[in-house]
């Protein structure tokens, strides 16, 4: 039976967001950097991480065809937005994905709904990289700002975790592997999935979200709904080379 990498199929599927929407696309990516270094650092298991990061890299997904005009990613920052449950549905039935629908459907704090330690990781990494300057591009951040606005919104919230995520926050390779010109690689090499493989049902899954996404994203010009088909010849490509694993 052919094996197919997760992370080349989860790549794709980043691509064709990054093709839709360049800044949540450099959002998701730099959460699921946090997350995944925050679920390290609290000592969760090989599993636990894998599913961290895999929800971070595709928590804000339900956005993808909102007709909302937003000035900032930190209008949805709130329990009752709908793109947590529209994410949700678009994971709906997709059994390789299963484990981190619960994450995307309440990846937002509720006072009344205390949720798991993997939803507040996700959580404390998607509002952290909020904090970060607005030029999504920048290669230098305020940092013990950044720390101070963090520690005074959110420590009561989870004060352990806050604090172990301040924490990583004062080293430098934290802020290094947030660079927009690295993070690509640092996922790629860091990332807990290198050694998942999922089958041609796997595969198909990660393609049906690629046609959800497009499908929900109703408002392409001609340019990117080429750039978006180019893309899908990939599937075909990992498949036809896959051996033992991509």
């Not at 930190?74 to 709908?82: E, G, H, K």
């Not at 793109?83 to 619960?102: K, N, S, V």
């Not at 309440?106 to 030029?135: M, N, T, W």
């Not at 990660?206 to 893309?231: Q, R, W």
Request: charged share 15%; net charge negative; glycine share 6%.
């Amino acid at each position: 039976m052919h094996n197919i990498a997760l992370k080349s199929a989860l790549m794709l599927t980043t691509r064709v967001i990054q093709i839709i929407n360049p800044e949540l696309h450099l959002h998701m990516q730099r959460t699921a950097l946090i997350a995944l270094e925050l679920a390290q650092a609290s000592g969760l298991s090989r599993q636990q991480q894998q599913t961290i990061f895999c929800a971070a890299l595709l928590h804000d997904i339900g956005v993808l065809g909102d007709k909302r005009v937003f000035s900032s990613l930190n209008a949805i920052d709130n329990l009752n937005d709908p793109h947590q449950h529209r994410g949700a549905e678009m994971l709906a039935g997709l059994a390789t994905l299963a484990p981190i629908l619960p994450i995307i459907r309440d990846h937002h704090f509720s006072p009344h709904h205390k949720g798991s330690l993997e939803q507040h990781i996700v959580y404390f990494a998607d509002v952290f990289e909020r904090l970060l300057a607005g030029d999504k591009h920048a290669t230098t951040f305020q940092t013990d700002m950044i720390i101070g606005k963090f520690r005074a919104l959110y420590q009561a919230i989870d004060p352990p975790l806050c604090q172990t995520l301040c924490q990583l926050a004062q080293k430098e390779h934290f802020w290094l592997h947030l660079n927009p010109g690295h993070i690509q690689r640092m996922l790629e090499i860091i990332g807990p999935i290198n050694h998942v493989y999922i089958d041609i049902d796997g595969l198909k899954d990660i393609c049906l979200l690629i046609a959800k996404i497009v499908d929900t994203y109703s408002s392409f010009t001609a340019s990117h709904s080429l750039k978006v088909g180019a893309n899908f010849a990939h599937p075909c490509r990992l498949y036809e080379s896959a051996g033992d694993g991509v």
